[in-house]
């Protein structure tokens, strides 16, 4: 007999074990049911307009999924575009064949990544500003920042690492001359500083 039983309804049942022996034990259990069907979207994010980006709904074959844009796939793309720069929630309720409910939000913030206008933090410096090398150095001496991205002007997300206190080099692949998108955000995921960077010959 498999121990393991799936699919019982919730109820008062009666329990009749009969072991190798021959020796029957008797005992009561009362299943409780749970209408709330729990599940993670995942943590917030922080997107810049070209981050499409999926988000996974739970898993499983006996899942019904209602996005708040009426979709039912298990996932959902987010378009940054479509939603604009800005603070944003994503909702997602799950039914299960059993009648369970649950429900779940996502926060996301979409971000102008190359248009946006530049902003600091005191004692926050990249220098050298122009740089001869693929390469800068970041001031961070209040350790305020947690989190550095570099983006290219075509909006494409080239190097992103976290961060230490104090000084900070960064190297970054192999890249082009030109200019160059600096942002900064702290633990949070907020962003703290903007800042052009020019790679010259």
Same mark, same amino acid.
């Given at each position: 007999m498999d #121990?393991i %039983?799936n699919?019982v309804?919730?109820?008062a049942?009666q329990?009749?074990?009969?072991?190798?022996?021959g @020796?029957?034990y008797?005992?009561?259990?009362?299943?409780?049911?749970?209408? !709330?069907y729990l599940f993670?979207l995942?943590?917030d994010?922080n997107?810049?307009?070209?981050d499409?980006t999926?988000v996974?709904? #739970?898993?499983?074959?006996?899942l019904i999924?209602?996005?708040q844009?009426?979709?039912?796939?298990?996932?959902?793309?987010?378009d940054?575009?479509?939603?604009?720069?800005?603070?944003?929630?994503?909702?997602?309720?799950?039914?299960?064949?059993?009648? @369970?409910f649950?429900?779940d939000?996502?926060n996301?913030?979409?971000?102008?990544c190359v248009?946006v206008?530049e902003?600091?933090?005191?004692?926050?410096l990249?220098?050298?500003?122009?740089g001869?090398t693929?390469?800068?150095? %970041?001031s961070?001496?209040h350790?305020?920042?947690?989190? @550095?991205?570099?983006?290219d002007?075509?909006?494409?997300l080239?190097h992103? !690492?976290n961060l230490?206190?104090?000084v900070?080099?960064? !190297?970054l692949?192999?890249v082009?001359f030109?200019t160059?998108?600096?942002?900064?955000?702290?633990?949070s995921g %907020?962003?703290?500083?903007?800042?052009s960077w020019?790679?010259?010959?």
């Open positions: #121990p %039983l699919n309804a919730a109820g049942y329990l009749i074990i009969t072991d190798n022996n @020796c029957v008797e005992t009561q259990y009362t299943l409780q049911s749970s209408d !709330e993670d995942g943590s994010l997107l810049c307009l070209n499409i999926t996974e709904g #739970p898993v499983g074959a006996n999924y209602y996005w844009d009426g979709s039912d796939n298990s996932d959902f793309v987010i940054p575009v479509q939603w604009g720069v800005g603070s944003h929630l994503l909702n997602l309720s799950v039914v299960t064949t059993s009648g @369970c649950g429900t939000q996502l996301f913030v979409v971000n102008d248009n206008e902003s600091s933090i005191s004692k926050l990249i220098y050298p500003n122009p001869s693929a390469a800068f150095t %970041l961070n001496q350790g305020a920042a947690a989190r @550095c991205e570099v983006w002007m075509t909006g494409r080239i992103q !690492e230490n206190p104090a900070e080099v960064i !190297e692949p192999s082009g030109g160059y998108k600096i942002l900064l955000f702290n633990e %907020l962003t703290l500083a903007i800042k020019i790679y010259i010959n």
